[in-house]
C-alpha cells in the first residue's frame, strides 16, 4: 500500500515558490515607502489643517477689527535640537540663541494661544479657537529622510495676513517629480517643499 503524503522535493518547490512569492511582494509594496507616504500625507493634512485654521482667524479678527498679526517678519520652525540641515526648508546659519536657520527660530510648543511655533493667537478667535494644539512634523528632526531635514516651518510677513508653511516631502511619490507630486506643483517658488499659505514666495 502506497502512503499519501509529500516528498521533500515537493516541499522543497513549494517553499521555493513562496519564497519568490514574498519577495516579490515585499519589492512591489516596499512597505518603507508605503510609511513614508502615510507620514507625507499626514504633513499635507497638517499644513491644510494650519492654513484653513489661520484663514478663519484672519476672517474673524477683520470683522472684530483686533488684529494681533508679528510687527516684524518672523520665520520659526518646529524642529526639535539643536541644528537645522543646509537646505530643505530653510538653509541653516548659527547665530544666537535658538537661531538655527537664516532668521528662523526655533520653536517646539504647539500651543494655540501665539506662544506656539506658529505665533497666531488662535484662542482670540470668536466661539473658540479652530485648533485645539498646532501639529508637528511626524519626523520633526534633522533628517536625510526629507531630502535634508523633517519638519514645519512658518514664515509671515509683518503686512497682516501675508504668510506660508512649509514642510519637506519624504516619499517618492509625494516629492518633486513623483506621481503625486505636491511639491513642484503647489505654485510655490522651492521646488523641494510642499507650500500653502497666503503667500508662497516668502
Same mark, same amino acid.
Request: charged share 10%; glycine share 8%; with cysteine.
Given at each position: ?53 489661520? %484663514? ?6 477683520? !470683522? @472684530? $477689527?483686533?488684529?494681533?498679526? &508679528? /510687527? *516684524? ?18 538653509? %541653516? ?6 537661531? !538655527? @536657520? $537664516?532668521?528662523?527660530?526655533? &520653536? /517646539? *510648543? ?93
Amino acid at each position: 500500500m502506497e502512503s499519501k503524503g509529500f516528498t521533500l522535493i515537493e516541499l522543497l518547490v513549494v517553499i521555493a515558490i513562496l519564497a519568490i512569492l514574498t519577495t516579490t511582494v515585499v519589492l512591489v509594496l516596499n512597505p518603507a515607502e508605503l510609511l513614508r507616504q502615510a507620514r507625507d500625507s499626514r504633513r499635507i493634512s497638517d499644513l491644510q489643517a494650519m492654513n484653513h485654521a489661520i %484663514s478663519l482667524y484672519l476672517t474673524d479678527q477683520a !470683522v @472684530a $477689527s483686533t488684529f494681533v498679526w &508679528n /510687527t *516684524t517678519s518672523t520665520c520659526t520652525v518646529s524642529v526639535t535640537g539643536n541644528t537645522v540641515s543646509s537646505t530643505s526648508p530653510i538653509a %541653516s546659519t548659527t547665530g544666537a540663541s535658538g537661531l !538655527v @536657520a $537664516s532668521g528662523c527660530w526655533v &520653536n /517646539t *510648543t504647539q500651543a494655540n494661544d501665539g506662544t506656539g511655533w506658529i505665533p497666531v493667537q488662535f484662542t482670540a478667535v470668536t466661539g473658540g479657537a479652530p485648533i485645539s494644539k498646532l501639529p508637528l512634523d511626524p519626523v520633526n528632526a534633522s533628517s536625510t529622510a526629507c531630502g535634508t531635514a523633517c519638519y514645519y516651518s512658518y514664515k509671515a510677513s509683518s503686512t497682516v495676513g501675508i504668510y506660508e508653511i512649509d514642510a519637506a516631502m519624504e516619499s517618492i511619490k509625494y516629492s518633486s517629480g513623483g506621481s503625486n507630486d505636491v511639491e513642484s506643483k503647489d505654485g510655490g517658488n522651492n521646488s523641494s517643499e510642499y507650500e500653502v499659505g497666503s503667500s508662497l514666495v516668502l
